[in-house]
């Protein structure tokens, strides 16, 4: 068999080694138009802040380690054209500028994400630049790097904004954060949870202008950036980063396998497409949400190497192997906060009309007679009827990231919060308490509360 991979990023990277590792008979051949596969993206800000010790090790595999596992490796090749009746892929050759046309039996597509470019007047301005790959994030961390810019504005509040924002906060910049949103991580966080961050960048000079939408980056008649232009107010600035969502880079499966309005791929249970023979995966495809109950694109790196594991079994395995569901698992640490989420949030649940409820407890995340301690604040949402669990948040300045891996679970097994009391965690005061928060907020919802005293951080 031979299987084709287009894309060789989280999910494209994962799906051609689980296909060779599982059956090295196999054919497997993967295309790229970047010659810098298996970038982790996510570190771009790390990179940016100086907290990585080389860029080099943001990339977890390379060209010469898929070949050395019997990958046939394609960099710097343009995918142009496909013929699903033919069971065609076309491509360029960006080296050679010649056409490649290559046969498969089983197609994945992994082309991931481009950064979304609103129509902003003067975006294509030389100091306006968005964020996606390696060579933006060198740029980046030149700027940040930059003495002569002293002033940057970041244009999108979500994860890669604020990831950002802290930065260049770091480096000692002025920093203006820029949002249509009213607060920042809105899709990720409610308000009690995001407001924490957004004093915490208050309190380091961050000037905060939500609630309003870019028109237009200014430039002095140089051609150099000044100023960034609002609906509401002109803010001064040397350099900006426009970070404000993404879009699937499917433009050639229209008319091939069906696409949502968003041009997402369409996916069964085993990350199959509407063609047998081709499968979606990554941030280009949509996955089956457990907690939203419906299917919709999930666009994190947690996710896309999943769905490399589960359209390569398939492909193996002829369709054994069903997606348990996914939950949109994240955290962020930023301005000495550490955050994480899972499935909905309060708000989300309010705008998709989701019967819900909500428990929010916080309390000392060890015992109190330990001489240090620190307060953890968590969030559950569950359905009103099923008493479904959905939804989970978690804040704290020590990190209890982690919860969050419990809860995802959780949400997958279709946990109820009337459960959530008898999880077995386990109890040791260098770690936390016999009625750890967890465990609390389950005892919570039968009106036991064994929080006798307010507490402060040490």
Known sequence: ??????????????????????????????????????????????????????????????????????????????????????????????????????????????????????????????????????????????????????????????????????????????????????????NYYDELFSSKVENAMKEQGVDLQLGQFVQEFVAEESGVLKQIKTDKGTFAADYAIVCVGVKPQTDLLKGVVELDPRGTIKTNEYQQTSNPDIYGIGDCSQVYNVAYNQAMPIQLATTAVRTGILAAVNIIQNNKMKSPGFTGANAIDVFGWKLASCGVTEVMAKKCSIDYEQITYTDADRPEWMKTYNLVTLKVVYEKASHRIIGAQVISKANHSEVIYLFAGLIQKQTLIDELPLIDIFFLPHFNKPYNFITEVGLSYYGLDFLNTEKSEK
Not at 70 to 96: L, P, Y
Not at 152 to 172: C, H, K, N, R, T
Request: with cysteine; charged share 25%.
């Open 1 to 186: 068999m031979r299987t084709i991979v287009i894309g060789t990023n989280h999910a494209g990277t994962t799906a051609v080694r689980t296909l060779k590792k599982l059956d090295p008979k196999m054919e497997v051949i993967t295309y790229d138009k970047s010659d810098k596969i298996s970038l982790l993206g996510c570190g771009i800000a790390l990179w940016v802040k100086g907290s990585i010790t080389s860029p080099q090790d943001l990339f977890y595999a390379s060209p010469e380690l898929l070949a050395k596992e019997g990958i046939e490796v394609h960099t710097k090749h343009d995918w142009t054209g496909i013929d699903a009746d033919k069971k065609t892929v076309t491509f360029k050759d960006m080296k050679s500028g010649q056409e490649v046309v290559d046969h498969y039996d089983k197609l994945i597509v992994a082309t991931g994400t481009w950064p979304a470019t609103p129509p902003f007047k003067g975006l294509d301005n030389p100091n306006v630049t968005v964020v996606k790959n390696y060579e933006q994030g060198e740029k980046i961390a030149a700027v940040n790097n930059d003495a002569s810019i002293k002033k940057v504005a970041v244009v999108g509040a979500g994860y890669i904004g604020v990831e950002l924002v802290d930065a260049f906060v770091s480096a000692g910049k002025e920093v203006t954060l820029i949002d249509a949103a009213d607060r920042i991580m809105p």
